[in-house]
């Protein structure tokens, strides 16, 4: 009996626990038609609109300015297209080796 009680608890105490919310995995698309929104890679950190770090597992991809870069599309939150022109982007960011140097002054496009 004691093991259905234990198991009962550890389910109750997960469904308790809130998912990130923020969690955000990417997919490189390579057609701009198919993605939710397209980014333009700045050289400074300065004039982006967003400083990204890349994390190397999703888990710890708990914030909007940190990515996890996915390898499936399905797998993905969203898809986003690498933008050559800047006025074509919805967003420009800027990648960071820093985790505490991340951060965005506009927000992440939500999907379409």
């Known amino acids: 009996m004691r093991p259905l009680l234990a198991l009962a608890a550890l ?3 997960a469904l308790a ?23 333009y890679v700045e050289t400074t950190e300065a ?34 297209y690498f933008e050559k022109t800047k006025a074509f982007a919805d967003l420009t960011i800027a990648y960071t080796k820093t985790k505490a140097f991340a951060k965005c002054k506009k927000a992440i496009p939500g999907k379409k």
């Open 11 to 13: 389910t109750l105490v």
């Open 47 to 80: 004039f982006a609109d967003c400083v990204i770090f890349v994390e190397p597992t999703k888990a710890f991809a708990d914030k909007p300015w940190h990515w996890f870069m996915e390898k499936t599309k399905a797998l993905a939150d969203r898809a986003v």
């Open 17 to 39: 626990l809130p998912a990130p919310a923020a969690a955000l995995s990417v997919y490189k698309e390579e057609t701009k038609a198919f993605a939710d929104f397209s980014v």
